[in-house]
């Protein structure tokens, strides 16, 4: 019978090197996994095994690299999974591998949990390389759609530490505590979006179709009409002319591909990303945001085994903002020189005080991974508060705001009645 020479981890991360006689890859896979370990590579030995191996391989070559390629292709017309989807999907692969299931057998599995977002295929396709001899962690690097450089590399590291089930509901808690924070985004901006959206609608319908009527009225009379009526008159002349909406909507198209030309650049993308954390009242919370997220990667990556450098890589390349993430690349530099994470933070100018300050500490008593949980907690509650704080000036403000609009229809409207009755009247 054929052998293979392979490498697993137990639970605790001791490394196992063994050889075991099965009857083909895929047997000897299922009899590392019955044994309580983690494969990490399984190697035809001698007695045989290379050939058939071989002889396998190449008979379902075909078959078996047109099904991965096909998925890839199918994916790349798919859309990136949702955070909280990729947390959900996380979470009850954890919950399988924790009870005890074989990987293999927690994939095959997971196709049938299909999660929203994240298709039966993927589960699939990672059973079909895991069964091929691939680790988890580089079955999950053929789908960049799905999984990003933070989950393969923190995969890897719990592969290589035997702590996989641990680091995935890591994962989970991670991309959870982001979609929460997402959404919260979300909802303060819903309602600002939703009432200016009708107010915009009610004037221009008011403009177009209710205003026309009251002219007829007015204009029969023959009378010099306020200037705040005539006003509102040339408003809606402009938006019922057919002509001035087809300007409208090439001048609007114009700005537009300036607008996306302008942000495709790299210094337009620079400075819209800097004027976003300089914004009045919604600047604080992007910065909070940013801040948090940085704090809470970084953590999340070092808490797992990944090198410092490795780690602050991932980090540049999953925080969206370029000024956050040229501050990450020059302290990324400065590191590579043997000195810490705080001082080139620190004179950076752009991470507040209280963060470089909670990092020295936690560099001072060598642990930096708690240091940057600390430091993601309270960011990210002061962000909770300043998203209240916005929401509750926003509203207010664009009540005002529509009441200074209906109220300048309603007084343009009745000034002209005003001036009506008081032309009767004489």
């Not at 998925?71 to 017309?77: E, S």
């Not at 996989?164 to 991309?175: F, G, I, M, S």
């Not at 200016?196 to 205003?211: D, N």
Request: with cysteine; hydrophobic share 50%.
């Amino acid at each position: 019978m054929p052998q293979f020479a392979y490498k697993a981890r137990r639970r605790n991360g001791e490394l196992v090197k063994d050889i075991i006689d099965a009857a083909d890859r895929n047997a000897a896979l299922m009899q590392i996994e019955r044994q309580g370990l983690f494969p990490i590579s399984v190697d035809a030995g001698k007695g045989g095994g290379a050939a058939a191996v071989t002889e396998r391989i190449g008979g379902a070559a075909e078959g078996a690299s047109m099904l991965p390629a096909s998925v890839r292709a199918l994916f790349r017309r798919r859309r990136k999974p949702k955070l909280q989807e990729l947390a959900t999907f996380t979470q009850q692969l954890s919950n399988l591998l924790k009870c005890g299931m074989p990987l293999t057998m927690a994939l095959q599995s997971m196709m049938h949990l299909e999660t929203k977002g994240i298709p039966s295929e993927v589960s699939k396709a990672l059973k079909q390389d895991v069964m091929e001899g691939k680790s988890l962690s580089d079955a999950m690097t053929k789908q960049p759609h799905v999984f990003s450089e933070l989950y393969v590399n923190m995969v890897r590291a719990g592969e290589q530490s035997g702590a996989l089930v641990d680091v995935l509901k890591r994962l989970a808690e991670h991309y959870e505590r982001f979609a929460e924070v997402q959404s919260k985004f979300g909802a303060a901006l819903i309602y600002p979006a939703i009432v200016a959206t009708v107010g915009v609608v009610i004037m221009i319908f008011f403009m177009t179709f209710m205003l026309p009527k009251f002219m007829s009225i007015f204009q029969g009379l023959k009378i010099q009409l306020p200037l705040a009526t005539r006003i509102l008159v040339g408003f809606g002349d402009f938006f019922s002319d057919v002509k001035h909406w087809i300007i409208i909507g090439l001048v609007l198209a114009a700005l537009a591909v300036l607008w996306w030309r302008f942000k495709e650049s790299p210094e337009g993308r620079r400075k819209i990303d800097d004027w976003k954390m300089r914004l009045p009242v919604l600047g604080k919370a992007v910065r909070l945001n940013l801040f948090s997220q940085f704090a809470r990667t970084l953590s999340t990556l070092l808490v797992n085994g990944v090198p410092v450098l490795t780690a602050l890589k991932i980090t540049e390349q999953i925080v969206p903002n370029i000024v956050v993430k040229e501050a990450i690349a020059r302290t990324r530099e400065e590191v590579t020189d043997g000195k810490t994470i705080a001082q080139p933070l620190a004179r950076g100018k752009l991470f507040p005080q209280l963060m470089i300050d909670l990092l020295k500490i936690g560099e001072e008593t060598g642990d930096v991974p708690g240091a940057l949980q600390n430091i993601a907690e309270t960011y990210e509650n002061e962000l909770s508060i300043q998203l209240r704080v916005m929401t509750n000036l926003i509203e207010p403000a664009m009540i005002i705001i529509m009441a200074v609009g209906v109220g300048g229809l309603l007084f343009s409207v009745l000034s002209a009645m005003f001036a009506i009755t008081s032309n009767i009247s004489r």
